[in-house]
């Protein structure tokens, strides 16, 4: 198949890239872009490492042809924080030492994003069904949830005082 010039938004700036139009997003973002935080798992959409978010909705990179994200915004890991000011998830995934390899851990990271902005107060069981497709090898579930749970309590936090000095 030919290549085709696309215009990619990914972390809110515009990307020209020369491409296979059915290559995987994953292939392009990591080799094109060097963007490591979307990870190659299982290349089957079964581990979850190579989760970014496609107009917010967590989304499974390495099954996606890039043509399919033309368009649409696409954030990677590197596209939620910085390293001076992490997003909250990020934080509260570093405060809980939630990663032992951290191979899993943008997968997570993701999917927690895509959680707490559609639902900024998820319940225990929530949490599960929204990571159960996430796969961690080396058993740092306590500590996820326990990330999870405090990301979702800085958000709220961050809301209510914004929401306080907007009345203010």
Do not use: W
């Amino acid at each position: 198949m030919n290549t085709r010039k696309l215009t990619l938004n990914v972390n809110g700036a515009e990307h020209q890239v020369d491409v296979r139009p059915d290559a995987p997003l994953l292939y392009i973002l990591r080799n094109d872009l060097e963007l490591n935080g979307p990870k190659y798992g299982c290349g089957l959409g079964e581990c979850g490492a190579c989760s970014v978010l496609i107009d917010g909705v967590a989304s499974r990179s390495c099954l996606i042809p890039v043509s399919g994200v033309a368009g649409r915004k696409v954030t990677t890991l590197e596209g939620l924080g910085t390293i001076e000011k992490p997003d909250p998830v990020q934080q509260a995934f570093i405060d809980k030492q939630a990663a032992q390899c951290g191979y899993c851990i943008s997968g997570m990271v993701m999917a927690t994003r895509a959680l707490l902005d559609r639902n900024p107060s998820p319940t225990d069981e929530e949490i599960r069904r929204e990571l159960a497709f996430n796969l961690c090898r080396c058993g740092t579930h306590i500590e996820i949830m326990q990330a999870v749970r405090q990301a979702a309590d800085s958000i709220k936090q961050t809301a209510a005082v914004s929401a306080a000095e907007k009345s203010a």
